[in-house]
């Protein structure tokens, strides 16, 4: 039996790595006794599969890994389990009971979904809002990336399936109101053609005549989405995406199982709060004592 596992990845945490965060869920799932599938072999392992892995500083509001166990209770058992032995800024929020037939995550990312903040005092003067009409006309935009071989110039316009500014009110100190500026995208994550969010804001400034400040963006997946034939009855479910070309779908829409709501109010505007009194160079442990 295989298990789809969805969490939330936020505050300090999101300096954390991903081979890091692999062997927290790793002792995670020993601590929470859950019934795991091992290897075979010399070296055992637990039998895990992650999704596309988080870069280092960004937060998360839908990471998955795929488990295969011998058997559970419940998904919402399973759920409680790991949440109850879990680290501050690691949270469960699904777990899903795959189908045979469902492949398995790291394959089956197609695109994600993210949200993009300047932090105070490093915002462009360029209007990103207006500029973005002219930004998607563009039939091609051409970015360096950096591979194992070199250097590389690449079109990501291919892959920017879609792109909005926009301004949204945030509170300040002593009850006041401001607005800043949130950009929220949906691109590839597909193994050949991933798009990293940096690279569409770099490509933005570059337009105008501006370069990307050190540190400036507060960056946070929101979802990861496989694709579906476009035959798919895109009215089955209201979490489906569709796009010119595609017809998207979280990952953790495939299966059946248990889910819980994220609080009302709560976001990762509540993550980047802790994240601004926490500097890369602090020290944090995902392992809990006796690990």
């Known amino acids: 039996m295989r298990l789809r596992i969805k969490f939330r990845k936020y505050g300090p945490v999101r300096y954390t790595g991903h081979l890091d965060v692999m062997r927290f869920f790793q002792k995670a799932i020993r601590r929470a006794q859950i019934d795991v599938v091992y290897s075979r072999g010399f070296s055992p392992h637990q039998v895990m599969a992650f999704a596309a892995p988080l870069g280092v500083g960004l937060t998360s509001n839908g990471e998955y890994m795929d488990i295969e166990v011998h058997s559970i209770t419940s998904c919402a058992d399973v759920l409680e389990r790991l949440n109850a032995v879990s680290a501050p800024g690691i949270e469960v929020t699904s777990v899903k009971i795959l189908p045979d037939a469902a492949g398995n995550a790291m394959a089956s990312v197609a695109a994600a979904a993210y949200t993009v903040r300047f932090r105070e005092g490093r915002e462009p003067e360029a209007d990103l809002a207006a500029a973005l009409p002219a930004f998607l006309s563009r039939e091609q935009i051409l970015v ?45 994550a597909s193994s050949s053609g991933n798009i990293k969010p940096v690279q569409v804001i770099e490509a933005m400034l570059a337009e105008q005549g501006e370069s990307l400040q050190e540190n400036a963006l507060m960056i946070t997946r929101e979802e990861v989405y496989a694709e579906m034939p476009s035959s798919h009855d895109t009215a089955a479910s209201e979490r489906i995406l569709v796009t010119s070309e595609r017809v998207l779908v979280p990952l953790d829409a495939v299966g059946t199982g248990h889910s819980v709501e994220m609080e009302e109010g709560h976001s990762m505007e509540e993550g980047h709060s802790v994240e601004e009194n926490h500097s890369p160079e602090e020290e944090y442990s995902l392992y809990g004592k006796g690990d």
């Open 144 to 188: 360096t990336k950096e591979t194992k071989k070199g250097k590389r110039e690449v079109d990501i316009r291919p892959g920017i399936f879609q792109l909005a500014v926009c301004m949204e009110a945030f509170c300040m100190e002593e009850g006041q109101t401001s607005e800043r500026m949130v950009i929220r995208m949906l691109v590839d």
